[in-house]
């Protein structure tokens, strides 16, 4: 094992964020460096604990997780430009502004966003370009979370849609549901004449999400700056742990 990756949590107070950083302080890959939230409260971990607005005052490090807000990720994209860190985001709700924002930052420093950190909805993604390739079959979404969901419908759903729409030429309708403290579920229908396939996919909790992340910030890493996706680091390849 070489040196830890020094980890930087943004949104560290919000559900995605406790769970980063308490899986972050047990995994030796890691040294977590700072907790920045808008309160400026850090996890049970004891990690150097930042308000957003203290972001300068930051340690170094060589990587951010993101679980925020598109507010916020603004101004983590111009510090990670600053200290020549990689990004690792999972924010959603992004207007076409800040996705710009986002492919102009790829040019100076490695950069991943996904809608999903699950390596069970990645290989769903998968299935669904392959399954809307060879069918031309009408194709439907439904995406189920807790209520304490802003957007709708999810970031998963949306990039469920286009990789079927850019598969299969047509953009699925998507069905959104909140209800109870569901973690998220996905449904895919396809109907065919006579017959009918569902694909599909239930977090049961979002220890998942955090794992993922934390695996795709591991990987990161030292990487060339550009825009990575979720499939690139984890089934290339050539794209094997850094460290």
Known sequence: MGTPIRLLVHGASGRMGRAVSRLAAADPRFQLVAAVSRSGAGPVEGA???????????????????????????????????????????TTGLDPELRTRMAQAAHSIPLLWASNFSLGVALLEDLLRRAAGAVPWPISITEIHHVHKLDAPSGTAITLAAAAAQAGGHTPPIASIREGEV?????IRLEGPGETLELGHVA????????????????????????????????????????
């Open 183 to 187: 973690v998220g579920t996905h449904r």
């Open 48 to 90: 150097p604990a930042f308000g957003t607005a203290e972001l300068a005052g930051c340690p170094s490090f060589d990587v951010a997780i993101d679980f925020s807000l598109p507010p916020g990720l603004h101004s983590l994209i111009e510090f990670c430009e600053a200290r020549g860190a990689a990004l690792v985001s999972g």
């Open 204 to 243: 049961a909790d979002r220890d998942i999400f955090a794992r993922g992340a934390l695996e795709a910030a591991a990987r990161l890493v030292g990487r060339e700056a550009k825009s990575w996706t979720l499939a690139d680091v984890l089934f290339s390849e050539k794209c094997g742990p850094s460290r």
